[in-house]
Structure formats: structure tokens, C-alpha cells
């Protein structure tokens, strides 16, 4: 979780947290949930999907967003799909609530079966509610449209499947569970035929275990203070008074409590991100300062008085802007704000220009595109021993652990990382997020620290594709051949590395397609900015 303040103009809502005062009061709240009745005490404005994770363990309920855009947290409240994120705990009193995990009372549906057969599940983070609600539908209507099944699901975001074998599995559900067979083909005998994928059990019963669903009980509760301005300086306060002055917080942690090299990136020689940024901010949601505590005292928390103090300054967002004459440096160290650039030559491209039959110019500007996976970051991290134990999302958990040894001062081999389902990742989950800011946590404290970051919160922190400004010409000879081609393009990086190297290098690669091009020049730049971190996604610098 985390808050962006103190400044109310530039802060991002956060829709998931509780607001001041609600977690003081407790009522108990009954209710049926998955055929049992159960009991409660929590405060009564809770959000449904909280008391199901938290309360109840039924994790199969998932949260993306705690706003009701996503759908991942969707459940049958008296046989109709409602978002449990957006329903109260004291309005489910006394109704009769279905997650994922009581669709077959622990057996696997026909529903179910079928998502196996079909392999509609992928990275499976909205696989239960995707379950939960075409199961509300073929209660209705067992023999459903095509359209029908659409407007079912239509309130369920998938980022992975493009909801063809999904919906496929809907239309098909009369497929019994004792009809699959999980063996895998014989050797040699593999091409030709459709397994059930090794994780799909798991998925499709809500039993799979993603970032934010295997939290210890005695774990601290983490809160990230980040940026509000794309571009500022800033300094503390009392932050010890501050911290004895709320009930709950067991420690505020900044650059100044980092043991290691407050340092990290994918590609060693130009990593420059710091885990909690010192001083300076210079882009918008990064982070400067941890709270830690209880995780009832957590969820109450208001971070608006916490003791900073920011001075903002002049930033640039496009690249244009960032290479003009006179701009200001984001680093010191990387002249006219260029990361790095990649370059490809052959023959003679302006030579074979000038003699083209025909030629052609054009130019073309991308934006930034967020990865939008479903499942936030999220993860908790322990000591065993003199062992750093990380349990997180991950696309690259050797990275991780390399990265977080050398921020924390550890050896790599006093660094465990412990993947967990990934709920989608795209690339962005290749790039080191709360991995160093949960170790810090739990070195300091000695407990158990875990963080899940908000809907808002990734979207803020984590990386992008890169936006492009770009421009060629190109030539071709009378049969309309293409004879040349000169390109160039800025990429812009952000505030930080990340993977600009990579794509700089791979654009001018691929930049000429498929296309033998005999004489060619292209440059690719990687241009820092005060905007969000440009990464990996799909395809990058291709």
C-alpha cells in the first residue's frame, strides 16, 4: 500500500485504503459463505473481498484494483456476481456468499473442467471470477449464446487469453472433471495433443498462490511514501515523533537506513535507480520513505501529516524537450540526457537516396503504454536465519536477488527469492519493484514485512513501453525494390534505466522489418526524462 503526499493537489486517491476512524469499530457480522455460516468481527465497512482474504483465507478472491474496474474480486452474493471489493461487510449480513472455492464444494466442476480442457486459464489471476460469474450464468441459462457469455463476463477483465478459449470453455461446459486426464503425453508423443497445463488445477479452484495471498499473520504491514511532483527536492522532518505519536507504527525507514548500495538496474554498468530516493525525486511516485506497522494500524493510517517537506522544480516529460539545447541534466553523469544510443551502418544510404526511383518520408510519435496486468505487485519478505527470504511476483527472480543483495548488504547467497504465480507480467515484473523495500523491512525490524501496492501504485511506479518520436526515409528502385533506408528515433527512458539500453540497441536492429536493405543507417537513442521508467514489454525495441 502506499500514499503519495502530503500535497492534496498532485496525490493520487488511493480507493483501497479505509478512511480514518472505521477500523476502531468492530460489529459482528454473520452471513453464509460457500454453504457454512460464519461469524465475523470486523468493522462493519470493511470491503467483503478484505474479510474473505484476510479474515476467512479464501484467497481465491482476488484483488486488482479495490475500485470495481477489474473484476478479479467478483463472488455470488445470493447467486448474483457482485465486485467484493465494493460491497461492505455489514452489507453481506445475513446473505449467502459463493467464492471460487465453494463452486464444487471442493470436487471440480463441469465449469471448471472445461477451463482445463479448453486451457482458458493462463497466468489465472482472473480465473475465479471469470468461474465465479459464468457460473451465476449457466445456473440462469444453461445454454447460453455466444453474445450471452460475453455480457456475462463483460465486467471481468482478462489481460492474457483475448477470452476466445474462455469463452469457448463457457459454451462447452458440460464436460465432466472425471473425463480429463492430467498425465502428461508420453515422450515422443507430445505434438498433437492438448494437456492439461501442470499449474491448471490450482488455478481454476483459487488455490493458486499470487503475491498478496500467502501473507504471514505477524507480518508488518508496509506503506511506501512516494513523490507527488515529477521533479523535486525534499527533507524530513521529526520522523521520530511523528512515528510515537501513531498507535501501531513500528518504524519509518528511509535512504539513510539502507545498508547496502542504494543502487539497482537490470544492466549493471548503467544502473541508477536507488531504492528510496535521497534528497531529489525526479520522477512522479517514487519512492522516498517506508511506514511500517501493524496491519489493523495500517489500513487506518493517514500519511497526510507525515514530516516532509517537498520543493518542486522545473521538469521535462517529452524527449524533445529533454535533448534541447540547454536542458537541464536528470543525471550528471549522462550528457545532453542521453542513457545511451545504438547504431547500424551499411553501404552507402545516402548515395543510393539520391539515386531512388522513388522515396519516401514520414514520421511517427508512440505514448507510453502501461502493462496493465491484473495482479499488482505484492510480497512479504523474513529472516531465516542469517537468510533473507523473499516470497513475490517475479519474472526474474535471479535478478531480484542480485539486485536486492547489493542494496541490503548482503551476500548473494544470504538472498533467497521464492516466486509465486505471477498474475501477469509482460515485462514490466522483470525490473526489481518491492523486493528491497520489504528486505529493508524485515532486517530492521526482525518480523516479517509485506507490501502489495495499490491499483494506482503500479501504475505510477512501475515501468512502460517506451514513447517513440521517430523518422525515416526510404528508397526503392523502379520495380519498387527497397534500395535504402536512414532512421532515427528518441526513446524516451524516464527517470531511470531500466531496459532503455536494450531497446536503443535492438531498435536500429530491426528498425528496416523484413527487408533486405542494402544500404541502411538507423540510430536509436534512449532519452532520460522526469516521466514514468520505460522497461520491458512485449516485443521491446522490436
Known amino acids: 500500500m502506499s500514499q503519495i503526499q502530503p500535497d492534496a493537489r498532485e496525490a493520487l486517491p488511493d480507493p483501497g485504503r479505509a478512511q480514518p476512524g472505521f477500523g476502531a469499530l468492530r460489529a459482528d457480522i454473520a452471513f453464509e459463505v460457500n454453504g457454512a455460516a460464519i461469524s465475523v468481527n470486523v468493522p462493519p465497512l470493511r470491503r467483503l473481498s478484505l474479510v474473505l482474504r484476510d479474515e476467512l483465507l479464501l484467497t481465491g478472491t482476488k484483488v486488482g484494483c479495490d475500485a470495481g474496474d477489474c473484476g478479479a474480486c467478483t463472488v455470488l452474493v445470493d447467486g448474483d456476481p457482485v465486485c467484493a471489493c465494493l460491497m461492505s461487510a455489514a452489507s453481506a449480513a445475513g446473505t449467502a456468499v459463493t467464492s471460487v472455492e465453494g463452486l464444487a464444494n471442493g470436487r471440480l466442476s463441469a465449469l471448471q473442467a472445461s477451463f482445463l480442457a479448453h486451457g482458458a486459464a493462463q497466468c489465472g489471476i482472473c480465473t475465479p471470477a471469470l468461474l465465479v460469474a459464468a457460473t451465476?450464468?449457466?445456473?440462469?441459462?444453461?445454454?447460453?449464446?455466444?453474445?450471452?457469455?460475453?455480457?456475462?463476463?463483460?465486467?471481468?477483465l482478462c489481460r492474457c487469453t483475448g477470452y476466445r478459449k474462455i469463452i469457448a470453455a463457457v459454451m462447452d461446459a458440460s464436460l465432466q472433471g472425471a473425463s480429463l486426464d492430467f498425465r502428461l503425453p508420453r515422450s515422443g508423443h507430445a505434438i498433437g495433443s492438448s494437456p492439461v497445463r501442470l499449474d491448471g488445477l490450482p488455478k481454476v479452484t483459487g488455490a493458486e498462490k499470487f503475491g498478496g495471498d500467502s501473507f504471514p499473520a505477524d507480518a508488518l504491514a508496509v506503506l511506501v511514501v512516494r513523490s507527488p511532483h515529477y521533479h523535486a527536492s525534499f527533507a524530513f522532518g521529526d520522523l521520530d515523533g511523528w512515528e510515537k505519536a501513531h498507535p501501531g507504527v513500528a518504524g519509518v525507514f528511509t535512504a539513510a537506513d539502507i545498508p547496502g548500495k542504494n543502487c539497482f538496474g537490470v544492466i549493471g554498468p548503467f544502473a541508477d535507480q536507488p531504492a528510496l530516493a535521497e534528497r531529489f525525486a525526479r520522477l512522479r511516485g517514487e519512492a522516498v520513505a517506508l511506514v511500517a506497522g501493524e496491519r489493523e494500524a495500517m489500513l487506518d493510517l493517514d500519511l497526510s501529516d507525515f514530516p516532509i517537506r517537498w520543493t518542486e522544480l522545473p521538469h521535462v516529460l517529452q524527449s524533445c524537450e529533454a535533448r534541447a539545447e540547454g536542458a537541464k541534466l536528470i543525471h550528471?553523469?549522462?550528457?545532453?540526457?542521453?542513457?545511451?544510443?545504438?547504431?547500424?551502418?551499411?553501404?552507402?544510404?545516402?548515395a543510393a537516396l539520391a539515386g531512388a526511383a522513388f522515396t519516401v518520408s514520414g514520421a511517427i510519435d508512440t505514448s507510453y503504454v502501461e502493462h496493465a496486468y491484473i495482479e499488482p505487485e505484492a510480497g512479504y519478505a523474513y529472516l531465516d536465519g542469517d537468510t533473507l527470504v523473499v516470497v513475490a511476483c517475479t519474472q526474474a527472480p535471479y535478478m531480484d536477488r542480485d539486485e536486492t543483495a547489493k542494496v541490503l548488504g548482503l551476500a548473494v547467497d544470504k538472498v533467497r527469492i521464492v516466486p509465486t504465480a505471477t498474475g501477469g507480467g509482460f515485462g514490466s515484473k522483470l525490473d526489481v519493484s518491492l523486493q528491497p523495500l520489504i528486505g529493508?523491512?524485515?532486517?530492521?525490524?526482525?518480523?516479517?514485512?509485506?507490501?502489495?501496492?495499490?491499483?494506482?501504485?503500479?501504475?505510477?511506479?512501475?515501468?512502460?513501453?517506451?514513447?517513440?518520436?521517430?523518422?525515416?526515409?526510404?528508397?526503392?528502385?523502379?520495380?519498387?525494390?527497397?534500395?535504402?533506408?536512414?532512421?532515427?528515433?528518441?526513446?524516451?527512458?524516464?527517470?531511470?534505466?531500466?531496459?532503455?539500453?536494450?531497446?536503443?540497441?535492438?531498435?536500429?536492429?530491426?528498425?528496416?522489418?523484413?527487408?533486405?536493405?542494402?544500404?541502411?543507417?538507423?540510430?536509436g537513442r534512449a532519452i532520460h526524462t522526469h516521466g514514468p521508467i520505460?522497461?520491458?514489454f512485449r516485443g521491446f525495441g522490436v
Not at 445 to 462: C, D, F, I, K, Q
Not at 491 to 507: C, E, H, I, M
Open 136 to 156: 451465476a450464468l449457466l445456473d440462469k441459462q444453461p445454454s447460453p449464446t455466444e453474445a450471452e457469455v460475453q455480457d456475462a463476463l463483460g465486467g471481468i
Open 332 to 350: 550528471e553523469n549522462r550528457p545532453a540526457n542521453l542513457l545511451t544510443s545504438g547504431f547500424v551502418e551499411r553501404g552507402d544510404p545516402e
Open 440 to 523: 529493508l523491512v524485515a532486517i530492521k525490524t526482525g518480523r516479517p514485512a509485506a507490501l502489495a501496492y495499490t491499483r494506482n501504485e503500479s501504475m505510477v511506479s512501475t515501468t512502460k513501453r517506451h514513447p517513440a518520436e521517430m523518422k525515416a526515409t526510404i528508397g526503392a528502385d523502379a520495380d519498387g525494390i527497397v534500395t535504402s533506408m536512414i532512421f532515427e528515433g528518441d526513446f524516451n527512458t524516464g527517470a531511470y534505466a531500466s531496459w532503455g539500453p536494450t531497446v536503443a540497441n535492438r531498435v536500429p536492429v530491426h528498425a528496416s522489418g523484413p527487408y533486405a536493405t542494402p544500404n541502411y543507417r538507423a540510430e
Open 534 to 536: 520505460s522497461g520491458a
